[in-house]
């Protein structure tokens, strides 16, 4: 048993030969809430395509959960980004849960569906969904649709959470309560949790470190001690300044240029 | 009503109309799920294109279908999700396709009929032999969707989370389209290359508008499915018209009738009690 969930060591992506972010070295210790932040296109979702096992590193070496990384992990439980369902998209919740547990087998579940199902009920409680599991996925609402997502990826009783950007579809009353959710449940199971976000505002209550990628390179730190336009200017070497305005808030201001990016 | 029976070719038809009605039901539901609607209906558009081309030849027009729509469904299901949005591409192929048929028709002597049954379908000339072949079709096509049934739900519903837990999408994608290619062909038979939406399509759009549990859906789907082609099968034998009108008919108005009732069912359904 590891104390690091993530080992990154000189890790490097690329898409195709054109280099996405080099050099990235981190530990992130188990049982500890980390957001992924940086603009759009700096490679976040790279990072954690490459957690899952889904995209090879260019270089370096990268350990999770004590092993290379592999597809279809039944330790990390994953919400994939720009998850909203069609509004006609008709399963019940409660069986999109379901499909978190053995959707990845050949057949039809023959055995072992009561297991299944106190499963899926005791995950649906974790978020507390009760109310609306039984309901087709694609009528619900956006925050409804993001706890059913959750719910399937601790379904599996994961030790890791991997979670691409589930508050970007929310309203601000929504994303404070999913934050608090998925805080409460990882302290609870004792999970670790990455989660990418574009605003850290809503997350600084509740995260113990920051990975930020922007510009070809991961810094990752204490949110204090890394978003600081010091901090900012020295792993960037171009002038970021950190503004805090009345209410504490934070805003970042001159990484957002990624000039040079493929997707961009 | 069992003097329908007396016949070998109202019991071939019924024969084969319950298993293909039976197939197409509850792949329809997938149809529908994934959104494939087109590419179904694209599949056996280019299967007219192969059956006629096999009557020229001298084959079986059967045997040309499934060519055609195995390979052009292999195609689509590999280009997967890159495929969505490209009805305009799929269309201009369809229509060509469409015109090779027609040219493939022209060359052959017995034009009419031939493209008659091949358009609209003609349930009630299949022979025993012609029930054999969609009864190892059906088989196929069934084994192939319960050995699918998990991983394909899966990916239907969200591609990139199947894709991370380990579920092979793209082989799936494959794999679905080419089991769609024999049921498109087995279907062909009953109602045509033009009326395929009507039992694949149809039947499983009615049935997620009563339900969204995935099992009961497939089975509410084949239930509509088989009794679309029963009551067409019995109607047309008491009538002059052919059966794919009646088929068709029936579950175009259910379909319309189940869309109208929505508004009342939702204000029963939300009444306090």
Redo the contacts between chains.
């Keep these: 048993m590891t104390d690091e969930a993530i080992v990154a060591s000189d890790l490097a992506a690329a898409y195709g030969t054109r280099p996405i972010w080099s050099g990235a070295t981190f530990s992130i210790p188990a049982g500890s809430f980390t957001a992924v932040l940086g603009p759009n296109g700096s490679g976040k979702s790279t990072l954690i395509r490459m957690i899952?096992g889904?995209i090879e590193a260019a270089r370096g070496m990268l350990e999770v959960l004590g092993g290379p990384p592999h597809?279809?992990n039944p330790s990390?439980g994953?919400?994939?980004?720009g998850?909203s369902?069609?509004p006609?998209?008709?399963?019940?919740g409660r069986?999109?849960i379901g499909?978190?547990i053995?959707?990845?087998?050949?057949?039809?579940?023959l055995a072992g569906r009561e297991k299944a199902d106190a499963q899926v009920r005791s995950a649906i409680d974790a978020v507390d969904a009760s109310g609306y599991a039984d309901?087709?996925?694609g009528r619900l609402s956006g925050g409804e649709q993001q706890r059913l997502l959750l719910a399937?990826a601790l379904v599996g009783r994961p030790r890791l959470l991997v979670l691409d950007e589930p508050l970007s579809h929310l309203d601000l009353r929504n994303q404070r309560a999913m934050v608090q959710l998925i805080s409460e449940v990882a302290r609870r199971r004792n999970l670790t949790v990455l989660l990418i976000a574009h605003d850290v505002n809503q997350l600084l209550a509740h995260i113990d470190h920051v990975l930020y990628i922007a510009q070809g390179k991961l810094a990752m730190g204490k949110p204090k001690d890394i978003i600081t336009s010091s901090r900012l200017t020295e792993i960037y070497s171009s002038p970021v300044e950190v503004i805090s305005d009345s209410r504490g808030r934070l805003f970042v201001v001159g990484l957002e240029e990624e000039v040079s990016h493929p997707h961009a | 009503m069992l003097e329908l029976f007396r016949y070998d070719f109202m019991v071939h038809a019924f024969e084969a109309g319950t298993m293909v009605a039976i197939v197409a039901g509850a792949i329809g539901y997938f149809v529908?799920?994934r959104?494939s609607a087109f590419a179904a209906h694209a599949l056996s558009h280019i299967g007219f294109a192969g059956a006629t081309g096999a009557v020229v030849l001298g084959l079986s027009p059967i045997f040309g279908l499934l060519v055609f729509t195995l390979g052009s469904g292999a195609t689509i299901g590999a280009l997967g999700n890159r495929i969505r949005g490209r009805d305009v591409t799929i269309g201009i192929v369809l229509a060509w396709t469409l015109g090779l048929g027609v040219l493939f028709l022209s060359l052959y002597r017995g034009y009419a009929t031939e493209a008659y049954a091949l358009l609209f379908g003609q349930i009630l000339g299949i022979s025993a032999t012609d029930v054999a072949v969609t009864l190892v079709a059906a088989l196929v096509t069934v084994a192939g969707l319960?050995?699918?049934?998990?991983?394909l739900?899966?990916s239907s519903?969200?591609e990139?989370?199947?894709?991370?837990?380990?579920?092979p999408v793209t082989a799936l994608s494959i794999g679905f389209m080419a089991v769609l290619a024999v049921a498109v062909t087995e279907a062909v038979q009953v109602v045509g290359v033009l009326l395929i939406f009507a039992l694949i399509v149809t039947p499983a759009a009615i049935a997620?508008?009563f339900?969204?549990?995935?099992p009961v859906?497939i089975l509410i789907g084949v239930g509509l499915a088989l009794a679309f082609t029963w009551a067409g099968l019995v109607i047309a034998y008491y009538s002059p018209h052919p059966v794919s009108f009646f088929i068709t008919s029936l579950a175009f108005a259910t379909y319309v009738g189940v869309r109208l009732s929505e508004p009342i069912r939702d204000r029963v359904l939300k009444a306090p009690g």
């Excluded at chain 2, 990139?160 to 837990?165: G, V």
């Design positions: 899952l889904q597809r279809g990390i994953y919400v994939p980004q998850s369902f069609d006609d998209l008709s399963i019940r069986d999109f499909l978190g053995d959707g990845h087998r050949w057949g039809v579940r309901r087709s996925l399937q | 529908v799920l959104s319960i050995a699918m049934y998990r991983p739900l899966f519903v969200d990139d989370l199947a894709s991370a837990k380990g579920v997620v508008r339900t969204s549990r995935p859906a």
